[in-house]
């Protein structure tokens, strides 16, 4: 899908702007385009891309064909920026990143997606009713848009702290192999995040820093505003990484704790049953039996009582024995 | 709760300022005005920063909605500061930091925050009683009131390291999944700690060093001061957390240790008794029973004795054996 | 084997140059000449680097008798750059990278390697074929030819991202020794690949970035290109190093969970039918015998019920005492 | 308790000196004054401090409140240095760091200690006793106060080397849970080790590079020696460690080891007489009695021979399967 | 060991110089005078180095009272240079590095060490036989020493990477206590090798990059190739470090997953004979006995068969739900 919008002045957009009238936009210096390419094949594209708006064709090979972590290369008269949107589906424990490429010259924006973008869309829309989103230039609307992807992050970060919480929770409870594979999913979830994060704070520290004639020094404090957020937003995805971390070695020393008492159990019922079962056996030998020699004394009353007795205070013993180690 | 104090030349403070008094005491370029937001909403505190103070959007909005990590924003007219204070409950084992947001002007000083802060309440009533707290100028009531903050810092600080001493002893004791508990919740608290430290120090490092035309140059040291705290504070949490990593993995091998022992003594019992239990039910088997064929020797006296010898010797060699294999 | 091209302002290429006239070809300074080395002995190769090319001694050294980290040297009319390409079998998972040395001068480029390398190879092709890979000089030449080699790269490294993803499958299904060794190899792989890309990027960065006077500044925008791409590849790398790193853990967890359940097994059965056994042995013994005092009554009908009872009680009630503490 | 020594030129050190003649002994540019607060109260060496030397208030409070890590403050005309000097007690595997603050100005040197440290009491002597101690100024004095510190550290150093073997030999003869304890001390030790070195080194390295008026770049070169011992204490600092770190990770191995050895016991014993045991009690079973209908011949002669062929074979049948597995 | 090799303008060396003579020999601003303490006490080392070759006192001590790590010092005149040959015993699997320290002046090179290092000898002798020793000043002669010891680098190298594969080996057939030794015995191998080269490099580099006027800048190229040479080598060092550390792993896995099917076995056995054995004690008992009340019929012959079908039956069914529940 390509669509595009154009205002003058900051006045009303003119939404229904046709491809041919693109270049025509371009050249009112008072005029502010934005062509957004979503899902676009790369063959409708790149003529565009290459003819209207003359970029370099690495950079476009860079929007069109390639996936990229966020970065930020200046092209003389143009920015381009590749952005990444975070789409993160908390039951399934996915987490996506969207490769939003932006072009940012004086006058216009020209955003290039695959698949669509949320956060994109509510600025698309607040562009066509909103005053101030149209009146204050390119880079005051690439802020804008930027602003707005933080607000998908904040909100990705804060259902996975929910998910940790909930597994911590369940670590101590009945952890299982599903326990193992939602930490793992967590786990990869966090790297993700924090490998998009670096680069994308470093991207805003540059349009924050650096003197991109395109970035009016006014705006750099917007810029540097957001940038605010993405330090914040990588430095929670640190603790996030941490907390993963430490549910994992919890769930493992739970589990080997859980292991100790099931030996301990193991151990103990094997230690106060197998004496006295030998004894058992011992007098069900048959050199007591009525036929054998001299030994039928040994089944006497007074060795029954003696064997009770036996068998009676030897897991006593026992018992006290295991407590006295310090097992039970 | 919004409240004011003003000074003239470090006069008497005048404690009963209402806000509309609040413009005039700016324009007086020898006193000293200090606004406290506490837990005041932002529809309250937006207008008095915004229209009195003259604040810059975005600096308002980082103090009355966002949270963050410690930083320091130089406005040119004003600096935003945003600080941590500590809460620290070692009972609950909970580590709560509390923004704090201050915007320091040549005359005045703003601190808003959501909670209560103990060591802004000190320095609140020390400003009233102690003519030193009004007589320095804003910088010098910044530097006694983050001074005020490391002073909490610290008793935090040895509150941890006392705790984590008795989980240590507590380890080697009598290990057990509360313990896990505890040691995971200590990690947690310490990594929350150095997370909180390592920005502030940098934000200490900043007002010590660079050139803020706020900060006068002779208050420079007091601020390396307190710098030196915080490495401090911060090279005590590393330790901190190093000693929990060392209190996990003493856990882990006493625990493994544990489980050792259980399984040699299950090994010996079951080493000691299965040899013989099989003996007791090979001559408790009915081939020697009286009517059976020539078999009634098999339970003759001499065999009784020899048996009786095996049970006495068995368990006795077993024994020895794995004595030697150094098991016990 | 040694093999040259040579192409006059980019014209059809002189496929059939001898040895002797590559001094004359050199001359030519609108010429460009490709000469090379696959796998010729260094006695063969430095007499024709040293009398034609006049390399420096410890540049020719470098090329033909040692292996390198990539890296990049200036000899100020000549570059020598050492690169590695990319060879991965996925069955056998055995990553090999051969050297690739190249001398990079204002009119020529000398390549030299030890084993067939199919991106040179595809390249070599193509500077025969395609009138675009002769014409700007011998700089966007060395540009082709990396570009070339990022392709088999990135190849690469998806076969080990899809080769982890099955054995995470494994890892939940059926782990076992083989498992631990695959997982190993593609330790190895990884952090191969990683100590690999990292200086290769590093080339990169110094040919995009530093003023060789052999590299056109129009060109340094193709090798920044090249450049990202290797940043990229380096983050995959980074990543799939983070995923063995994440399947090992797994594994392990996956191990110790299965060794959990088969020590409750055991341990469950033990449990259930020692004490019952015990009984069984209990009423085995002699002193019920008929000849025996008294004691007959123990095994009349009454008692029987009452054994039948125990033997019927004590396994149900263990283990709902089992399943009171959670084991199973 | 306070004392001071001062000399004039390097002659013979008046050793008597009292409090009052300090103000004096420090207007003599060619002397030589040294001050030495040990144990001594913050009441009483806050008077001679501030009111003798006119240190600042903030470096005062450094000295005598507080505790540092090492630093280094230039204060234009005295240099205040915060050191640390090791005390390591071998036997109790105790390594306390002794704060030792000292100001260096031009004509003098005041060190400040809370416990009597044994390099410093050395060097105290040879001042009076060595007249190379008194002859090249307050800052040749603190090199060699320095350097005597190293000394110590040398040999603390040694001691936990021998230590660490010492535990090594021990870990594969006979670990316990005393074991355990000593590693994790010895891992405290060594943490705490380093973190008291790594910013002495920096102390030293500033002392060496930086021009601070007060050190004579003729000293710096000896400044520059003693920088290489702390960065070689470091160094072997870093490899106690790891030496640590490994001998932990051994300890696990071997106690993993050990128990894999007494499982296989265990299961070597109970699969050779499980199956035999069984045996035994089936034909103890009744149905074999004398009145039971027609099973007598199961305990016939002939059936006695099979059942004791079964009984020596089937041990040694299990013996060879298990052995073929691998096992044993 | 006290020997010296003289020679004037590469002319053939005079190798009997006499101590008298090397002030005379280093009058000569054409010679090149080479000596080389070996095994010298430093009671005798020291008059030599400090009266005729007038070295700094603080380097003698560097060179013949201590240990370090490698280092360059600029004393104006002459280069003070630290290094480490290597001594690899691949059996003992022993790793020592032996210090060299080299004085370095315009038209002599000093050498010292304690140990005979063979790479040492090696550039001895070629200097009496070979000409291009002798002919290009004391830094190409540096040069050619610390090429020469890089040889011996390399070869310990590859055979601690030989030894690694082949522990490798082992650890997935035999592994045992020993296997841990060699394992933990390489680590510290590794480790040391690592702290060894890493400071080497940095000497290189130094002597590569810095204009230090002993070192004449035509042969600065070639301390850049062992520059290399020696990242090289860290490089290989850091991989054989993963190398050990990834055995490590490997052997904790195989160990666990034998662990884990000696349990299986156990319980396998445990869980097929446990129920009926109890079932053959149960028949043992004396309630069935011919003169107990009505219980005879629970010997008789269907009893039997259907006891024979339940001995049968069970291990069967137990057989196929462990088989069910993945363990076998």
Redesign the interface.
Known sequence: MLRAQFTHKGGPPDISLSQEKYAQALEDSEGLLWVDFQGESPEASEPVLLDIFHF?P?AI??AIYQ???P?V?DWESYLYIALHAIAYEAQAGELEMIELDVFMGANYLVTHHDLPIPALERVWESFQRDERYRKQGADHLLYLLVDELTVDFMKAVEEIDEEIGFIEDQV?E?P??KT??RI?AL??VT??LR?SLSPTREVLNKLARDDYPMIDSRDR??F??VY?HF??LH?IA??LR??VG?V????????????????????L???L??????L?????????????????SW???P??II?MGI?LLTPVLMYYW?RR???M
Chains 1, 2, 3, 4, 5 share one sequence.
Do not use: C
């Open positions: 370099h690495l090979e860079d996936t990229h972590v970065k290369d101590f009945k299982d192999n193992v594979k793992f786990k990869q790297l993700h490998r404090v917007y540097r505003d605010d330090v914040r430095d640190e603790s941490d907390m430490g994992l070695d919890t769930y493992l020393s739970v589990v080997n704790n859980r292991m100790n008492d099931v030996m301990k159990t193991l151990t019922i094997t230690t049953f197998m004496p006295i079962s030998f058992a056996g011992f007098f069900g030998m048959n050199f007591f039996q009525p036929v054998s020699a001299g030994l039928m089944t006497d009353n060795s029954f064997s068998f295991i180690r310090g097992w």
